[in-house]
């Protein structure tokens, strides 16, 4: 994704714990990884379980979209860079996402399940997202690409902590920061010190991309069963609301943290 932090940024703590309690498969901040035992198995243990292979498919497929679409904006935001070398950044970061769909397109091939099958369930939502959210501006789509992406890296993490060790260990590797984070948090806080004005609607703009990158992730969980019953540990007769809760309020405290870093108002 194009900008999960690395360690560093404040805003990752809440996804990186996440991260650290799904390895252990210590119970905790995310939930019940130590009831289904998963996390402590390799993927031709846990494939077994004919749920769970359809929850890893259904999630390699989000990502793999995820990170085809994230590709296809760098590229398109590339056009709305002010100088050449800005350009280039964003041409470099395109570069990564396609690399990171790479590799899930190919580990979907390779567990036999076929990538554009996987990923198609997902398309509506991810394109319905970037449709609400077509950003204005250079700034609007450095702002996009640091809180939208974030958030969804967040998630994606906290799905982490329930996975195998060998997809956990793919899903963390193609979420890792590919440089968007510390290049938009300079150009923002650049903008805004040059006209403080500029604050305000880029706040105001954070607020929506929060809002619609919740809701898109909330749809994703919720229209796919096997997925959902993974992200709440393995709970068997549905949804357990409280603990999905308590991942969006994580979700929620890691986005203040990064509109700080932005130095705008969440």
Do not use: C
């Amino acid at each position: 994704m194009t900008s999960s932090d690395k360690p560093g940024n404040a805003a990752d703590a809440p996804a990186e714990t996440a991260e650290t309690t799904g390895a252990t498969g210590a119970t905790g901040a995310t939930g019940a990884t130590g009831a289904t035992g998963v996390a402590a198995q390799d993927w031709a243990t846990a494939a077994a379980d004919p749920q769970y292979r359809a929850a890893v498919v259904d999630l390699l497929g989000a990502l793999a979209y995820g990170e085809l679409a994230a590709f296809e904006r760098l590229a398109e935001d590339a056009k709305l860079a002010p100088t050449l070398a800005d350009k280039a950044e964003l041409a470099k970061m395109a570069s990564a996402e396609f690399h990171h769909f790479e590799r899930l397109r190919d580990r979907l091939a390779e567990i036999g399940e076929e990538p554009t099958e996987a990923m198609e369930p997902f398309v509506a939502a991810y394109d319905g997202f970037h449709k609400q959210t077509d950003p204005s501006d250079w700034l609007e789509g450095l702002v996009k690409a640091y809180v939208g992406d974030s958030i969804a890296s967040d998630f994606y993490r906290e799905v982490a902590a329930r996975l195998d060790s060998d997809t956990r260990e793919l899903v963390l590797a193609v979420l890792d920061d590919t440089g968007h984070a510390g290049f938009a948090v300079e150009k923002v806080r650049a903008a805004i010190d040059a006209d403080p004005r500029v604050g305000g609607r880029l706040a105001l703009w954070a607020r929506r991309l929060m809002g619609e990158a919740l809701s898109q992730s909330q749809r994703v969980v919720a229209d796919r069963d096997a997925l959902s019953t993974m992200l709440v540990g393995g709970v068997a007769d549905g949804f357990d609301l409280a603990e999905v809760g308590r991942m969006f309020s994580r979700i929620t405290e890691a986005h203040t943290k990064r509109m700080a870093a932005l130095g705008l108002a969440a």
